[in-house]
């Protein structure tokens, strides 16, 4: 079982929905990053969370440390939404994130 | 917020040849520098991590005399793929953690395509 694990794996939605990823982990962490990776490849870092909720634009991110969970929102999808949502995390003690597979997004318009 | 360059963005080279690729922090100096590799469809695999003045720590299964990698200076790692096959051929992205900030602070360039032949 990997310790970072996403849900759903592809995603596909209609222009204006609101859209919920996943993300649980099995370990202690002391940070977890959502990134975005568009089918170029470069990838964006959109949040980097330890406790509560951040939000940035259409965008939320959210992290409940008791349950080893963190969500990303996005609210009135868009097709240039479509990408690749990576959750990953910095395992506490440690010096390296591990990432989960990433959410296939695919916006319709 | 910081940025995180890589030079060069695409390169196709013939099998056998040496290619280098440069990871750049802007506006930045970076303790640490991660270098990763990504198969189609496939998550970041971490190659290996290189702190400034000193050797890398590669992962386990990672050549380190096949993917050398140098950190010169604070803002500047390089990864060279020596002798490159086909099979080398990937997605090659590098990350920097920002020096003076909390250990979670980490920023993604924008990845290097190789494509050998």
């Known amino acids: 079982k990997n310790e970072v694990e996403q849900s759903p794996q592809n995603l596909t939605a209609q222009e204006g929905e609101f859209i919920t990823i996943n993300c649980s982990y099995s370990?202690?962490?002391?940070?977890l990053h959502w990134l975005q990776q568009h089918p170029g490849g470069g990838i964006v870092s959109l949040f980097m969370?330890?406790?509560g909720k951040k939000k940035h634009g259409r965008l939320i991110a959210t992290i409940n440390i008791q349950e080893k969970h963190s969500s990303l929102h996005i609210t009135a999808s868009h097709p240039r939404d479509s990408a690749v949502y990576i959750c990953a995390v910095l395992i506490q003690g440690a010096q390296k994130l591990v990432f989960g597979q990433g959410t296939r997004l695919t916006i319709n318009p | 917020g910081a940025v995180v360059s890589q030079h060069p963005s695409w390169v196709i080279c013939k099998s056998g040849t040496s290619v280098k690729i440069e990871c750049r922090s802007l506006d930045f100096q970076a303790t640490t520098m991660f270098w990763y590799r990504q198969f189609p469809k496939q998550s970041l695999m971490l190659m290996a991590t290189s702190n400034e003045g000193s050797k890398a720590t590669y992962e386990q299964g990672v050549e380190k005399d096949k993917f050398l990698i140098n950190h010169a200076s604070l803002t500047l790692s390089t990864l060279t793929v020596t002798s490159a096959h086909p099979e080398d051929s990937s997605f090659y992205i590098c990350?920097?953690?920002?020096?003076?900030?909390?250990?979670?602070?980490?920023?993604f360039g924008p990845g290097t395509r190789l494509l050998v032949l």
């Open positions: 370990v202690g962490i002391s940070a």
């Open positions: 990350s920097a953690r920002l020096l003076g900030t909390a250990r979670e602070t980490q920023y």
């Open positions: 969370l330890s406790s």
